[in-house]
Antibody, heavy 119, light 111 residues
Framework: EVQLVESGGGLVKPGGSLRLSCAASGFTFSIYSMNWVRQAPGKGLEWVSSITSTSSYIYYADSVKGRFTISRDNAKNSLYLQMNSLRAEDTAVYYC????????????WGQGTMVTVSS | QSVLTQPPSVSGAPGQRVTISCTGSSSNIGAGYDVHWYQQLPGTAPKLLIYANSNRPSGVPDRFSGSKSGTSASLAITGLQTEDEADYYCQSYDSSLSGWVFGGGTRLTVL
């Protein structure tokens, strides 16, 4: 079964850091670009970051550029998101999503992990 | 203030047909980038519903269809069922932002 499982969410104070992980299974992780997409409580979806299969190209939304770092370990079938200088507006469910074969659609999603930034 | 504009809500009775619009601009849909649609049932992760404007992934009923024209796209749902109650999001790529963009989402209520 194709699956993505996120972990690492929790409660953190403004200015703090958190590292999210996403474990992939059921497909050849190393050939797909991977992404993080977030959803603030009661709000819509927002693309956060993308990393190509060999980590050659990395992209960020302007809202997180300079604070978040995406990375992957193909040997461990894992995707990561290091989040620093967290703000209240970063509070959201963070989803790990696979970029499908067409290169521009998110065809597989994880169940999400909640990040709450509050004092 | 999403880059792609969707109506906040639509509704219909069981068996009826509804459409959800998604309006973009010359840097995303109008630039030729494909539009994709996702269904998010309450309390769950989004699920790919339509890809590349009008294609259904395996397992998606043919009651769901998509189209694209100019700077806009539409999702149509025929034969509405109560289990179709969900939030629907359109998505494309934006060359000005150099990133993927979503619509604000549309909540479908089946009366």
């Amino acid at each position: 079964e194709v699956q993505l499982v996120e972990s690492g969410g929790g409660l953190v104070k403004p200015g703090g850091s958190l590292r999210l992980s996403c474990a992939a299974s059921g497909f050849t992780f190393s050939i797909y670009s991977m992404n993080w997409v977030r959803q603030a409580p009661g709000k819509g979806l927002e693309w956060v970051s993308s990393i190509t299969s060999t980590s050659s190209y990395i992209y960020y939304a302007d809202s997180v550029k300079g604070r978040f770092t995406i990375s992957r370990d193909n040997a461990k079938n894992s995707l990561y998101l290091q989040m620093n200088s967290l703000r209240a507006e970063d509070t959201a469910v963070y989803y790990c999503a696979r970029l499908g074969a067409t290169g521009d659609t998110f065809d597989i999603w994880g169940q999400g992990t909640m990040v709450t930034v509050s004092s | 203030q999403s880059v792609l504009t969707q109506p906040p809500s639509v509704s219909g009775a069981p068996g009826q047909r509804v459409t959800i619009s998604c309006t973009g601009s010359s840097s995303n849909i109008g630039a030729g980038y494909d539009v994709h649609w996702y269904q998010q049932l309450p309390g769950t992760a989004p699920k790919l519903l339509i890809y590349a404007n009008s294609n259904r992934p395996s397992g998606v009923p043919d009651r769901f269809s998509g189209s694209k024209s100019g700077t806009s796209a539409s999702l149509a749902i025929t034969g509405l069922q109560t289990e179709d109650e969900a939030d629907y999001y359109c998505q494309s790529y934006d060359s000005s932002l150099s990133g993927w963009v979503f619509g604000g989402g549309t909540r479908l209520t089946v009366l």
